[in-house]
């Protein structure tokens, strides 16, 4: 049974949308301009800024009456919220599992937040198992947290793909372990020349049809 190593935010659910549907009703609350929704999502940097360097930016612009602590809690809380999973994203994972896929997510990040999401947009009820970053003790792209992923499914890493949208971290975590990956474009165009994906999609929908046309 192959091993189906998939990144979570903006890959399996969509943190963007959830992340500037926040933003959009936060700057609305504040009275702050329209406009202002492009400079948070570049301080956000696509969930890549720590949650309280985030936090003491907004606080700082907008001069809140509000702990940082309290602001991290209600960013967070606000994108828990707005978090949705796909329902044919769901069944494109069921499908995978039904053809002998073993599906599990790798992600970096805060270990709370993460298995929140898991559980509050109810994938964790499509996954073998998850890795996070922070309760591993290694991110993506050390090879070391696919073996973790791997040994956690009880399953080996030879014959796995990858699917995940972040170069730095997804692609060239494929490329470190040996494996095909499928990467998410979002929009942008590859930005690396010391490593490629395998195949190059918009969605992992699309990326789970790839990969059922592949085996």
Known sequence: MPLLLLSLDNTLIDRDGAFRA?????LERVGAPEYDLDWLLSVDADGMTPA????DAIQTRYRLHVSSLDLVEIVREGLLERLR????VACALGIAEDAGWVPVV?????TRLQEE???RTGLDRYLAAWVISEEAGCSKPNPRIFGIAAERARVRLRGAWLIGDVPEADIAGADA????SIWLHRGR?????RFAPTRTVDTAIEALAVLMGAT
Do not use: C, H, M, Y
């Open 22 to 26: 926040w933003g959009q009703d936060f």
């Open 52 to 55: 309280w360097d985030l936090a």
């Open 85 to 88: 999973l796909d329902p044919l």
């Open 106 to 110: 790798v992600t970096n990040g805060e």
């Open 117 to 119: 999401k898991l559980r």
């Open 177 to 180: 372990i040996g494996v095909p």
């Open 189 to 193: 165009d590859w930005p690396e020349s």
